[in-house]
């Protein structure tokens, strides 16, 4: 389905989140967001130039916005084929890696010690991870020994195969949504890209001819809760939301009961990223889980944690923290369009063994591709 991919729509300038939150405490101490939570967090609500989302945003009780008065309005251009989009949304990273990796197998010719601790150096470089790329090297030597490889050219492919692996987790990399009903809880630190994922998610779901419905779950400011109606009207998914400041489990709880009422095949789940410590992460979520188990024990059940490239190693350590608190059944990895860390892929699924199944390559609802290992091994490591 997400094979027919467009052109990327006009930047949504609604409302940009620059930055993101501090997680203090346990989680801080590990360094988990140093990068990003250096930043002010800068808000431009433009949401409601012409809506009255201002009006709505007082009143108390429970909203559901209607699909008729939702259709999907933006224009859309065919454009490149999945694979080069894939390519394309790769871009930097593969300037970091592939790059490197032609330049360097050009200048040696021959497969020796020198070469290896080279290419050693570009994958630690490019955010794979030392005990990844270590793990890689590894298996480089056993092939090269194996097949009698002298030439260095003949490396590419090997390395493709060997990424492949990695990238190949013990776990299904598709989404555990059918039969229906099914419940997606979205999670991850501020400004990772949650709700910019769950409205890709919404219109890529609704594109397999799925009944799909949100929960704004992020209750902490009203702007995020706009911020996913403004998806929701985008990709014509209806949005439950309460006001700002409302309890998440609460959300939770009408948002199931008006997915069974309305027979809805995917409920997606948004929650705050404004978690303090561990405790209260393990207590926020934990109430949601807790709703989401007694009230809706019949649907299949995705925990997609959602960690942004460009935090690189960072979002390794984000990961470790949410797999303590939470069963995580998948990783969004978003923003890769953004960054040159990719390589940061590698380390999540050899280190953590949650399989990746989305990536973001882009701010576009079209911008969001299934993940495949052969495809980005592929797309990583071809020439041009
Ligand atoms: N370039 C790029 N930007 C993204 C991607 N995913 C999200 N963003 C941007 O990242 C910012 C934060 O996203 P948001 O969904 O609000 O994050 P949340 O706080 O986790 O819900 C927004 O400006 C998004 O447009 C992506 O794949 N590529
Ligand atoms: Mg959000």
Not at 103 to 130: A, H, P, Q, R, T
Not at 334 to 348: R, S
Request: aromatic fraction near 4%; charge should be negative.
């Amino acid at each position: 389905m997400l094979k027919k991919l467009f052109g990327k729509m006009k930047k949504n300038d609604e409302e940009k989140i620059e930055n993101s939150e501090t997680i203090k405490g346990d989680i801080s101490s590990d360094e988990i967001i140093e990068d990003i939570s250096e930043k002010e967090e800068v808000m431009q609500k433009k949401v409601n130039e012409n809506s009255d989302i201002e009006a709505e945003n007082v009143e108390n009780t429970l909203e559901i916005e209607e699909d008729e008065t939702v259709e999907a309005e933006e224009t859309e251009k065919p454009s490149l084929n999945f694979f080069s989009k894939l390519k394309s949304g790769l871009t930097k990273t593969r300037k970091g890696i592939t790059e490197k990796i032609d330049s360097l197998m050009k200048s040696y010719g021959k497969i020796d010690e020198e070469f290896l601790e080279e290419l050693e150096e570009i994958l630690i470089v490019s955010d794979v991870g030392m005990s990844t790329t270590m793990k890689i090297i590894e298996r480089l030597r056993e092939e090269i020994k194996q097949n009698k490889l002298t030439d260095t050219k003949e490396v590419r492919s090997v390395l493709k195969v060997i990424l492949e692996e990695l990238l190949t987790t013990s776990k299904e990399n598709s989404l555990n949504i059918s039969p229906s009903p099914a419940i997606m809880i979205v999670i991850g630190v501020n400004g990772v890209g949650k709700t910019t994922s769950i409205g890709k998610l919404g219109h890529n779901i609704k594109s397999m001819g799925k009944k799909v419905m949100m929960a704004a779950g992020d209750t902490f400011r009203a702007a995020a809760i706009d911020q996913l109606k403004v998806w929701g009207d985008r990709v014509g998914v209806n949005v439950i939301h309460q006001q700002e400041g409302s309890d998440p489990a609460a959300i939770i709880y009408d948002a199931i009961q008006s997915a069974k009422a309305r027979k809805v095949d995917v409920l997606i789940c948004d929650t705050a990223g404004r978690l303090h410590n561990k405790k209260n992460l393990m207590n926020e979520l934990g109430k949601v889980f807790k709703i989401v188990e007694r009230e809706y024990p019949e649907a299949r059940k995705e925990v997609l944690l959602v960690l942004d490239a460009t935090t690189g190693q960072n979002a390794i350590q984000q990961a470790k923290t949410f797999k303590e608190v939470a069963d995580i059944t998948g990783i969004v990895l978003t923003k890769l369009d953004g960054t040159a860390k990719g390589g940061v892929v590698l380390g999540i699924t050899s280190e953590l063994d949650i399989p990746v199944k989305f990536i973001g390559v882009g701010e576009g609802m079209n911008d969001l591709q299934p993940f495949n290992a052969k495809d980005f091994a592929e797309a990583l490591l071809s020439e041009n």
